[in-house]
């Protein structure tokens, strides 16, 4: 899919090596996207007031007087990036929480990172369907574990798995395992939102991506999705409140 105008793109990155491979994956996933490059806060504050960035990408750990998340910061009060995509590619895992809730970043990624990933997210937030400004107050969940704090928004969750002492979120983008989380308390944070019906012991459902539901046994069926090609287990228990939603969405 080509775009019919450029996009621009600022990576904000001190290390040269790093600098051009983030820019050489992010050019190949269309010939109109415009990369720029900085090293240094000064260097990122002059191309952020001469272009109209489109998203910024930082590295948190710049070697210069400020961080990339105070650098951040200092580009959202500019009007014109209130709501300008954001996101984090880092090995630094301290800042996480404060880029989400400070910065309103759309996603914190550690290194080593997978250049599938940032490509992924460079064409849903530039060409495939996204809005040009990030949704600020889109609903979403933060979940808080022992290793780090992760935000997902509640449209991208298509189901959640029990998975020994964690659970594995299943969003559009792919699978996230969360280590010592319980379904229990992904439930408590979704409880908000109608859209999620609990299946089963070991699941539960973002109701809009249900594709069918087939009977498998007198106590149980088997719901499909229309994103992706895995199934998960609805009790009959559960039946009832899931076509309900159905119903209702």
């Not at 550690?110 to 064409?123: A, F, H, N, R, W």
């Not at 999620?196 to 991506?209: D, E, G, L, P, Q």
């Amino acid at each position: 899919m080509v775009m019919n105008i450029s996009k621009k793109v600022l990576v904000v990155e001190d290390d040269g090596w790093q600098r051009a491979t983030i820019k050489k994956v992010i050019e190949e996933v269309d010939a109109c996207i415009v990369v720029h490059t900085a090293k240094t806060y000064i260097e990122a504050m002059t191309i952020a007031k001469q272009e109209t960035i489109d998203l910024f990408i930082f590295d948190i750990d710049l070697k210069d007087d400020i961080n990339g998340i105070e650098l951040a910061k200092i580009i959202r009060k500019q009007e014109k990036y209130a709501l300008t995509w954001m996101i984090f590619l880092t090995i630094d895992t301290r800042f996480e929480l404060e880029a989400y809730k400070s910065v309103h970043c759309y996603e914190y990624i550690g290194k080593p990172y997978k250049k599938e990933k940032i490509q992924s997210l460079v064409k849903r937030l530039l060409i495939t369907g996204a809005s040009s400004v990030p949704e600020i107050n889109q609903p979403a969940i933060t979940v808080e574990t022992i290793q780090s704090t992760m935000k997902f928004f509640i449209d991208d969750i298509i189901f959640i798995e029990a998975r020994g002492r964690g659970v594995e979120i299943n969003t559009i983008d792919g699978k996230h395992v969360l280590g010592y989380t319980s379904l229990k308390k992904i439930n408590c944070l979704l409880e908000p939102h109608e859209q999620f019906a609990k299946t089963h012991r070991s699941f539960i459902v973002n109701i809009k991506y249900v594709k069918s539901i087939k009977r498998l046994s007198s106590r149980q069926s088997e719901i499909a999705f229309i994103l992706g090609d895995r199934q998960v287990i609805l009790s009959d228990k559960n039946r009832k409140i899931v076509e309900e939603k159905l119903v209702n969405q």
